[in-house]
Every structure is written in C-alpha cells, then in structure tokens.
Antibody, heavy 119, light 108 residues
Framework: QVHLQESGPGLVKPSQTLSLTCTVS??????????WSWIRQHPGKGLEWIGY???????YYNPSLKSRVDISVDTSKNEFSLKLSSVTAADTAVYYCARAPIFLPFDIWGQGTMVTVSS | EIVLTQSPGTLSLSPGERVTLSCRASQSVRSSYLAWYQQKPGQAPRLLIY???SRATGIPDRFSGSGSGTDFTLTISRLEPEDFAVYYC?????????FGQGTKLEIK
C-alpha cells in the first residue's frame, strides 16, 4: 500500500521560498508507472494543480505558477519536493502531494500540510 | 486551459435520496479523462471515478459516472450519511490539469 506524507515548515515569511517534501512509502518513485504531483487548496476554496514530476526528472507545471515553481525528485530517498519562490499571502493553502498513475488521475494523496505565509 | 463548471453549488438532501451532480467543461475533455473526487472536512480528496465512468478501487456501486465531450455527471443512487461531503470533478486530459469549484452535499 503506497503512502505519501508531506513535511515542511508551516509558516513562511513573505518573499521567501516555500519548501515541502513528500516521502513515498510502500512503493518506488522509480517504478516509472506514475507521475508525482503537488496540489494546493486555499482555505475554504477549491483545488489547484501546481505541477508534477516523472522519476526521470521531467517536470510539468501549471502556467499560472511556472515562473515560481520547482519540483524535484530524490530517488535515493524515495521522495520528491516542491519549492515555491517569492511567496505572498495568496500562497497560504493546504499543500497536498499525490500520485497519478500514467493516464489516470490522482489516486493516492498525502494528508496535506497547511502552509501560512505571514511575517 | 479547460475550465470546469460544477452545478449546483450546494444541494440539501436527505439520506436515501438519489442525486446527480453536473460538471461542464469549456472544451472537450480528451479521451474522457474526467475524474470525480469526494472530500470531507479536514481530509484529502478521495478518488471516486476515473475515465468518466470507471469506479476507483473500493468505491461502492451506488456511485456512478457518465458523460463525454463537455458534459459529465456523477450520480449517487441512494445517499448514505457518509456521502455528505464536497465533490469535485477534474480533467486530466490536458495540461494544466484543472478542477471544478465543487458541489457541496449537505443534510437536509
């Protein structure tokens, strides 16, 4: 049973970089069968796809965030990471990591981690 | 970008009732790559339906999906108390992947 767990600071100052890690257990990121994604949800709002990465290092981002986002993978640790730069209060949200098998939607999600941008 | 519009925004219903939720896309969804999720307060979304009409593993058969092109529906044949939640549709056929704004099912 694949399990995803987000980790990282819950509070980030404006203009700084938000950094989160998703640790994958029960399965290998390197299997090549899935894309590994980040999705966020603003308080009381809907869901926004941030981007995803393939284990080879290929990444695809939402154009609305592309200039500020970097998703990377560490296959040796079986984890992938999100960096979002120049954050503002508008980036305050619950951030989820999720797995999407190729040609399928997000079937496994982490529990989510709340990140607040505030000085 | 494909915009997904869900209707209605909120539904007040009683257990045992049948409900149909709508999701309309601003352009055709490639290969019916349309999914439905259920989200309860404080929890991550749970995948219910993929490929417009296929139930995900472990999803009860009271949940069914249909549609193609730009119009999709999720039907719950007989509402159970645990079904009251927010439901989102999502397209994964074109980048950027997008979600609808959600439909909230509340107990009447």
């Amino acid at each position: 049973q694949v399990h995803l767990q987000e980790s990282g600071p819950g509070l980030v100052k404006p203009s700084q970089t938000l950094s989160l890690t998703c640790t994958v257990s029960g399965g290998s990121i390197s299997s090549g069968a899935s894309y590994w994604s980040w999705i966020r949800q603003h308080p009381g709002k809907g869901l926004e796809w941030i981007g995803y990465m393939y284990y080879s290092g290929s990444a695809y981002y939402n154009p609305s965030l592309k200039s500020r986002v970097d998703i990377s993978v560490d296959t040796s640790k079986n984890e992938f990471s999100l960096k979002l730069s120049s954050v503002t209060a508008a980036d305050t949200a619950v951030y989820y990591c999720a797995r999407a098998p190729i040609f399928l939607p997000f079937d496994i999600w982490g529990q989510g981690t709340m990140v607040t941008v505030s000085s | 970008e494909i915009v997904l519009t869900q209707s209605p925004g909120t539904l007040s219903l009683s257990p045992g009732e049948r409900v149909t939720l709508s999701c309309r896309a601003s352009q055709s969804v490639r290969s019916s790559y349309l999914a439905w999720y259920q989200q309860k307060p404080g929890q991550a979304p749970r995948l219910l339906i993929y490929g417009a009409s296929s139930r995900a593993t472990g999803i009860p058969d009271r949940f069914s999906g249909s549609g193609s092109g730009t119009d999709f529906t999720l039907t719950i044949s007989r509402l159970e108390p645990e079904d009251f939640a927010v439901y989102y549709c999502q397209q994964y056929g074109s980048s950027p992947y997008t979600f609808g704004q959600g439909t909230k099912l509340e107990i009447k």
